[in-house]
C-alpha cells in the first residue's frame, strides 16, 4: 500500500523558516517523481515545487528562492525547506507521488497534508 506521511507544517512568524518531510513507503522511491501541492485557504491546488528520479528540481515563481525541495532515496523522505515565509505561504502543504520518473503533473498519490501558517 502506498503512503504518503507528511509532517513539519506549523505556526511561524513571516520571516520565518520551516522543514517539512515526506516519508513514503509502499513503492520504489526512487524510481518517482515527487511533487509538493499546496492549497490555502479558500483557494485551490497551487503547485509548489517538484523533484524527478534524477534529482532535478523545479519551483513555482512564488517560491524559488525561498524554497529548497530535496529527496533522500536511502529513507524514502522527501524534504522542503522554507525560508524567508510570507503570510501567502499559509496553506496545507501536501505531496503528491508523479506516476513516473519524470515530472508531468500526474499524480496518483496524495498524502493528508501538514498546515503551514505564517503569521505574527
Known amino acids: 500500500e502506498v503512503q504518503l506521511v507528511e509532517s513539519g507544517g506549523g505556526l511561524v512568524q513571516p520571516g520565518g523558516s520551516l522543514r517539512l518531510s515526506c516519508a513514503a513507503s509502499?513503492?520504489?522511491?526512487?524510481?518517482?517523481?515527487i511533487s509538493w501541492v499546496r492549497q490555502a485557504p479558500g483557494k485551490g491546488l497551487e503547485w509548489v515545487s517538484a523533484?524527478?528520479?534524477?534529482?532535478?528540481?523545479y519551483y513555482a515563481d512564488s517560491v524559488k528562492g525561498r524554497f529548497t525541495i530535496s529527496r533522500d532515496n536511502a529513507k524514502n523522505t522527501l524534504s522542503l525547506q522554507l525560508n524567508s515565509l510570507k503570510t501567502e505561504d499559509t496553506a496545507m502543504y501536501y505531496c503528491?507521488?508523479?506516476?513516473?520518473?519524470?515530472?508531468?503533473?500526474?499524480?496518483?498519490?496524495w498524502g493528508q497534508g501538514t498546515q503551514v501558517t505564517v503569521s505574527s
Open positions: 523533484i524527478n528520479g534524477a534529482f532535478s528540481t
Open positions: 509502499g513503492f520504489t522511491f526512487s524510481d518517482y517523481a
Open positions: 503528491a507521488k508523479e506516476s513516473g520518473y519524470w515530472i508531468r503533473g500526474e499524480y496518483n498519490y
